[in-house]
């Protein structure tokens, strides 16, 4: 099973005021930051804009909870090297992490029957949304394993 980490980071004002230098910055912090970790599978970004507010949502995935708990484990190692933990603390003068979850599903496009359009009618709309309740009722019932995070966790463990 893939599991999917998901952060929410709203933008400073220091990176509305510095838009190019942000973005040519994630671009060279994501080469460094994921380089030689191997367990992940996949990163993705996703931008959304509101009124005076800049939301990114990034989805990091792997392979299973040992997946997850190998990054765990190799993010604690590089934490303890200072210029690396100095390095990645640069991300708090762009964004701050407001929002962190485990999925056990990629985001999945969810088809609904037309206005008017009974079951059954319209194609395959209404079997995809079937497929996707059953689905999400399916993972729903799904236990937290030992490598979920409660949210209360710090995703860098120290030894201090």
Same mark, same amino acid.
């Given at each position: 099973?893939?599991?999917?980490?998901?952060?929410?980071?709203?933008?400073?004002?220091?990176?509305?005021?510095?838009?190019?230098? $942000?973005?040519?910055?994630?671009?060279?912090?994501?080469?460094? $930051?994921?380089?030689?970790?191997?367990?992940?599978?996949?990163?993705?970004?996703?931008?959304?804009?509101?009124?005076?507010? #800049? #939301?990114? /949502?990034?989805?990091?995935? $792997?392979?299973?909870?040992?997946?997850?708990?190998?990054?765990?484990?190799?993010?604690?190692?590089?934490?303890?090297?200072?210029?690396?933990?100095?390095?990645?603390?640069?991300?708090?003068?762009?964004?701050?992490?407001?929002?962190?979850?485990? /999925?056990?599903?990629?985001?999945?496009?969810?088809?609904?029957?037309?206005?008017?359009?009974?079951?059954?009618?319209?194609?395959?709309?209404?079997?995809? $949304?079937?497929?996707?309740?059953?689905?999400?009722?399916?993972?729903?019932?799904?236990?937290?394993?030992?490598?979920?995070?409660?949210?209360?966790?710090?995703?860098?463990?120290?030894?201090?």
């Amino acid at each position: 099973m893939t599991l999917y980490l998901v952060y929410g980071f709203e933008t400073t004002d220091h990176t509305h005021t510095n838009m190019a230098a $942000f973005w040519s910055w994630m671009a060279d912090r994501n080469l460094w $930051f994921y380089s030689g970790l191997d367990m992940v599978l996949d990163t993705s970004w996703r931008v959304e804009t509101q009124p005076g507010r #800049l #939301l990114i /949502h990034h989805e990091v995935a $792997f392979v299973g909870e040992s997946g997850l708990a190998d990054y765990r484990a190799a993010l604690a190692v590089r934490g303890r090297d200072r210029a690396w933990e100095e390095r990645r603390c640069e991300q708090d003068r762009w964004y701050r992490i407001v929002s962190r979850s485990l /999925h056990t599903s990629p985001p999945v496009p969810m088809v609904l029957p037309r206005c008017g359009q009974a079951p059954g009618r319209g194609g395959d709309a209404w079997g995809t $949304f079937q497929r996707v309740v059953s689905e999400s009722e399916r993972l729903s019932s799904l236990r937290n394993g030992s490598a979920f995070m409660d949210g209360s966790e710090n995703t860098i463990e120290s030894d201090a």
